[in-house]
């Protein structure tokens, strides 16, 4: 099977085919998701011990399976946050796989993590963090987040009178899910300051204040938002960091998705304070067009990361060598294994330049208040907020959560759209709504209207 004959040629010739017509498709077939027995029914036992060939496995791929997928990219694509890499980081994704670099020590990935690191200086420019700052690539916001917290934790514990300490930490209720999920993971504790809109510095005051004595002594950590995933809402920032300066707490900031507003001269002034984080989350694959799977985290001090993740070995000593020195993104965060997973996005980079990045990622924002305008000037529906980066949250008058989920599964059955509803608390009650998020520059005013026109 590793064998070079025309069997593999005439193979590659068909996925590079594909691969072609997919990234020059602009607007993807909007695919119908199956129950595993119906695609079982479709295409059969794959994996056999003979192996079914490369020709028809592919053929059921592109024929069966990816029309049971949606596109992520899909300009009706509006649900959850969707992504729309560049052709040019698409392509790349492809270089970077057959080039089978393994991105975790310099000594074997040097030329692919000097290009992921020109990259993640691009990033930490974007943050207005010390020159000293630095960060890695991780797998997404998950794993990113989940890095922070464990160099924040131990670097805690180096207080000897926290070493069996159960920690603490403080985050709003409209942070991330992975947030809570990271804090079982570490076995730590999580408070939430209870607002949806953003947590303020008097918000997390008071919070800090309800704190019982040995409550007070576990807390480590404040996790701050850049931009909630439900509704594009940015905390207190500045004021944020305030507090965790005058507590000596660790100030992460979770902007996987709104970190790519930073590009954005319109929005930047909405992240000061950023700067003065610990450590930041931030995903290329969300909102700077890099394919899935491409997060980061940045480290104010990188040294206080290296000290928690760097892992020993008797097989790994030779990279601590004078000969192989170099940055090793294996010491800055929890995976040893991984694919040097920042290089369709620093190709992108290269190819387009960052003035092609700030257009668009401006062109979300722009996306979101036109459709504030259209919402406003329907008649059968309401904002719920001002838009708030590339979010928008909306009602349809007389609606029940039932009609919205019904609505969601018809434009979806119909080929038309994916547009999920959320909650949102009105009135101190959590109303079904609707919801807008925008990413990709493709998407236009008539995909908003034809989406708005369905709900009448």
């Known amino acids: 099977m590793h064998n070079v004959d025309i069997e593999l040629v005439e193979m590659t010739l068909d996925v590079m085919k594909y691969a072609i017509n997919r990234i020059t498709n602009t607007s993807p077939e909007l695919g119908q998701p199956k129950k595993e027995e119906e695609l079982r029914k479709l295409v059969g036992e794959t994996v056999t011990a003979k192996g079914i060939g490369g020709e028809k496995a592919f053929h059921l791929f592109k024929d069966v399976l990816v029309k049971a997928t949606v596109p992520i990219d899909h300009p009706r694509h509006l649900a959850f946050v969707p992504a729309a890499p560049t052709r040019a980081a698409i392509m790349f994704d492809l270089v970077t796989s057959a080039s089978s670099i393994h991105g975790a020590y310099w000594m074997e990935g040097a030329g692919g993590i000097f290009c992921e690191n020109e990259a993640m200086k691009w990033l930490v420019s974007l943050t207005g963090l010390p020159s000293e700052a630095f960060g890695v690539f991780t797998s997404g916001g998950t794993a990113a987040n989940l890095s922070a917290m464990v160099t924040a934790r131990e670097y805690w514990r180096r207080n000897p009178d926290n070493l069996n ?51 007070r002594k576990r807390l480590f950590a404040i996790v701050a938002t850049g931009g909630t995933t439900n509704a594009g809402i940015i905390d207190d920032l500045d004021g944020i960091a305030q507090v965790c300066e005058q507590e000596k707490l660790w100030f992460h900031v979770d902007a996987a998705y709104g970190g790519g507003a930073l590009a954005a001269d319109s929005v ?18 969300k909102w700077l067009f890099s394919p899935y799977d491409c997060g980061a985290v940045i480290y104010k001090n990188p040294e206080l990361a290296k000290a928690a993740h760097a892992q020993e070995g008797s097989y790994l000593e030779i990279f601590k060598d004078e000969g192989a020195q170099g940055f090793n993104p294996a010491d800055y965060q929890i995976q040893l294994t991984r694919r040097v997973r920042g290089l369709p996005l620093w190709f992108s980079l290269a190819m387009n330049g960052t003035d092609r990045y700030k257009w668009a990622v401006e062109m979300g924002i722009k996306l979101a208040n036109l459709a504030g305008k259209l919402i406003e000037e329907n008649t059968d529906l309401e904002l ?73």
């Not at 303020?200 to 005051?205: G, H, T, V």
């Not at 969601?408 to 609707?434: C, F, M, Q, R, S």
Request: net charge negative; aromatic share 6%; hydrophobic share 40%.
């Open 384 to 456: 719920i907020r001002e838009p708030s980066l590339s979010c928008v949250l909306f009602r349809r008058k007389g609606w029940s959560p039932d009609d919205y989920i019904n609505w969601t599964y018809k434009n979806h059955n119909d080929g038309l759209a994916l547009v999920t509803p959320t909650k949102w608390i009105v009135n101190n009650k959590a109303e079904t709504v609707a919801r807008f998020c925008f990413i990709n520059p493709d998407t236009t005013k008539e995909d908003i209207t034809v989406i708005l026109d369905t709900m009448k």
């Open 268 to 285: 930047r002034h909405l992240f000061k304070g950023i700067e003065r984080a610990d450590s930041i989350t931030i995903d290329p694959h």
């Open 165 to 215: 300490e159960k920690a603490l930490m403080i985050t709003s209720a409209g942070a991330h899910s992975s947030i809570k999920a990271m804090a079982k993971v570490i076995d730590a504790d999580v408070l939430l300051v209870e607002t949806e809109d953003l947590m303020s510095a008097e918000d997390l005051k008071r919070k800090i204040a309800q704190l019982e004595g040995h409550q």
